[in-house]
């Protein structure tokens, strides 16, 4: 049976990161395995890895605030991600601006909490619930130079109801990405299977 390898990148609770472990690890589609073979996680505290241990993997710590420039850090998890094997690598809440160091060797996907182009950065859920839009959403794309602009891949949105709290928001957002990442990680990988 083919297997593909996936890395996954985080920073955080790594919410997203135990939706793949669940929806894809280990698991098989069109006749394809899908394995995360590697963790890394810029945080040493970041709680994304204790939800890493429960699938029983180690994650990798390299910490961004260790290296002198973006540009070394990127080379850093860029070897440790060639050296796993990892067809795709999946930015799940992975707070970094990645440098051509990192988007010109690697194959990668990122999740965004809005509808873009729309809300690019870091404040996009906040940015997209004090607008006046009536939609909120999430957004999977390729990772490229610029942030937030590579190629979409899936897209999702919702209808912003009467009274709606930037936590009912959020957790409305959350619950989109942890279907739409998974999903869109199979998509791919089984698409060119098939290729």
């Avoid at 619950?175 to 698409?191: D, M, N, Q, V």
Wanted: hydrophobic fraction near 45%; include cysteine.
């Amino acid at each position: 049976m083919l297997t593909k390898k996936i890395a996954v990148l985080f920073s955080g609770s790594g919410s997203n990161l135990e939706a793949i472990l669940k929806k894809v690890h280990n698991q098989i589609f069109n006749g394809i395995k899908i394995e995360v073979c590697l963790c890394i996680c810029n945080k040493p505290g970041a709680y994304g890895i204790e939800r890493a241990k429960k699938f029983g993997l180690d994650t990798m710590i390299i910490e961004s605030a260790k290296f002198a420039n973006r540009e070394e850090f990127d080379a850093a998890v860029v070897e440790q991600i060639l050296k796993s094997g990892a067809e795709l690598t999946v930015l799940a809440g992975f707070m970094r601006i990645l440098t051509p160091v990192f988007t010109s060797k690697i194959k990668a996907i990122n999740l965004h909490p809005s509808i873009l182009p729309l809300f690019k950065g870091a404040h996009a859920i906040k940015e997209s619930f004090e607008s006046e839009m009536m939609l909120g959403g999430v957004s999977v794309h390729f990772v490229n130079e610029e942030l937030d602009g590579g190629e979409l891949i899936a897209q999702r949105a919702f209808e912003r109801e009467d009274g709606m709290s930037l936590e009912d928001w959020e957790s409305k957002i959350h619950a989109i990405e942890h279907e739409i990442l998974p999903e869109s990680i199979i998509k791919i990988l089984t698409k060119e299977a098939n290729v």
